[in-house]
T-cell receptor, first 113, second 111 residues
Framework: NAGVTQTPKFQVLKTGQSMTLQCAQDMNHNSMYWYRQDPGMGLRLIYYSASEGTTDKGEVPNGYNVSRLNKREFSLRLESAAPSQTSVYFC????????????FGPGTRLTVT | GDSVTQMEGPVTLSEEACLTINCTYTATGYPSLFWYVQYPGEGLQLLLKATKADDKGSNKGFEATYRKETTSFHLEKGSVQVSDSAVYFCALDQNTDKLIFGTGTRLQVFP
C-alpha cells in the first residue's frame, strides 16, 4: 500500500516549456486534489476532483489544467510554464463523508527559469 | 470568505519545553478543524482533528480544543522533542471536502 505517489520529485523547466505532473493513489478514494506550496502562503488549492470524470477549479487555477484519468490517477499540466509557477506541488486524496482527512504525496519541487 | 490565521514562526524551543501554536479561524457555520504536520522533505500528514465545538483532538502528545466562542484551535504539547521539529499547519473544512490552510508555523527544537 503505497498511499499517494507523485512523479517526478524534482523538475527544472525553462519559461514556455510544458510538463505534466503525475499523481496516483491506491486507497480507492473518490476525491483528489492538487495544491501548491509557497513560502509564507501555506497550501493553496489549484484543482479538485470529487470523482472520476469531474474536476473543479480551486483558489489558483490559472495556468494549469488537470485530467482525472481514472479513479486512481489525477494529473496536473502546465502548458506554458512561467517563473511564477516555481513552487512545490502536492497531490492529495480523501474519501469524502468519512473523516475529511486528506492523504498527501511527497511533493514535486518545480523550478521555472 | 473562510480563513485560518496562524502565529508566525519560527518557534524555537529547547527539548522538554512546553509548546503552544496559536490558530484562529473565520468561518460561517460549523467547520471541522485540523492540524497537519510536515516533516522535512515530506508531504503533510494529519496530526489531529476536531469536528464540533468543545471537542479535543489528540495524538502523539499533542492536543487542541475546538473553541467556538473564541474561534480558536490552538496546538499544545507539554514536552517537545527534537523529533517534533517540523512545520505545523492549521486547517478547516466546511464539510465541503476542501481544506483551507493557514500559512504554517515552523517549530525548531534544540537538544
Amino acid at each position: 500500500n503505497a498511499g499517494v505517489t507523485q512523479t517526478p520529485k524534482f523538475q527544472v523547466l525553462k519559461t514556455g516549456q510544458s510538463m505534466t505532473l503525475q499523481c496516483a493513489q491506491d486507497m480507492n478514494h473518490n476525491s483528489m486534489y492538487w495544491y501548491r506550496q509557497d513560502p509564507g502562503m501555506g497550501l493553496r488549492l489549484i484543482y479538485y476532483s470529487a470523482s472520476e470524470g469531474t474536476t473543479d477549479k480551486g483558489e489558483v487555477p490559472n495556468g494549469y489544467n488537470v485530467s482525472r484519468l481514472n479513479k486512481r490517477e489525477f494529473s496536473l499540466r502546465l502548458e506554458s510554464a512561467a517563473p511564477s509557477q516555481t513552487s512545490v506541488y502536492f497531490c492529495a486524496s480523501s474519501e469524502a463523508h468519512l473523516s475529511y482527512e486528506q492523504y498527501f504525496g511527497p511533493g514535486t519541487r518545480l523550478t521555472v527559469t | 470568505g473562510d480563513s485560518v490565521t496562524q502565529m508566525e514562526g519560527p518557534v524555537t524551543l529547547s527539548e522538554e519545553a512546553c509548546l503552544t501554536i496559536n490558530c484562529t479561524y473565520t468561518a460561517t457555520g460549523y467547520p471541522s478543524l485540523f492540524w497537519y504536520v510536515q516533516y522535512p522533505g515530506e508531504g503533510l500528514q494529519l496530526l489531529l482533528k476536531a469536528t464540533k465545538a468543545d471537542d479535543k483532538g489528540s495524538n502523539k502528545g499533542f492536543e487542541a480544543t475546538y473553541r467556538k466562542e473564541t474561534t480558536s484551535f490552538h496546538l499544545e504539547k507539554g514536552s517537545v522533542q527534537v523529533s517534533d521539529s517540523a512545520v505545523y499547519f492549521c486547517a478547516l473544512d466546511q464539510n465541503t471536502d476542501k481544506l483551507i490552510f493557514g500559512t504554517g508555523t515552523r517549530l525548531q527544537v534544540f537538544p
